[in-house]
């Protein structure tokens, strides 16, 4: 897992937006709540979907106006 906070700036939304300190420790999202599981992915699944171009990761964007909306 990869957890950062994200800076906010006007830039192109295709870049990186990391802020500073990162990355953010599995600790410090824990103490916010934040539950995450991990799943192995089979060899042979990742092997499949990397043939085809589809990729085996998932993003995530949690934020307070998220949160708001449900």
């Not at 990869?2 to 802020?19: G, I, S, V």
């Not at 699944?45 to 909306?69: L, P, R």
Request: aromatic share 8%; with cysteine; glycine share 4%.
């Amino acid at each position: 897992m990869h957890a950062y906070y994200f800076d906010n700036f006007p830039t192109d939304q295709r870049l990186p937006h990391h802020r500073l300190p990162r990355p953010v420790s599995p600790e410090a999202l824990a103490k916010l709540g934040v539950l995450s599981w991990g799943f192995p992915v089979p060899p042979h699944a990742a092997s499949s979907s990397n043939s085809q171009g589809i990729s085996e990761e998932e993003d995530c964007e949690v934020n307070k106006v998220a949160k708001e909306h449900r």
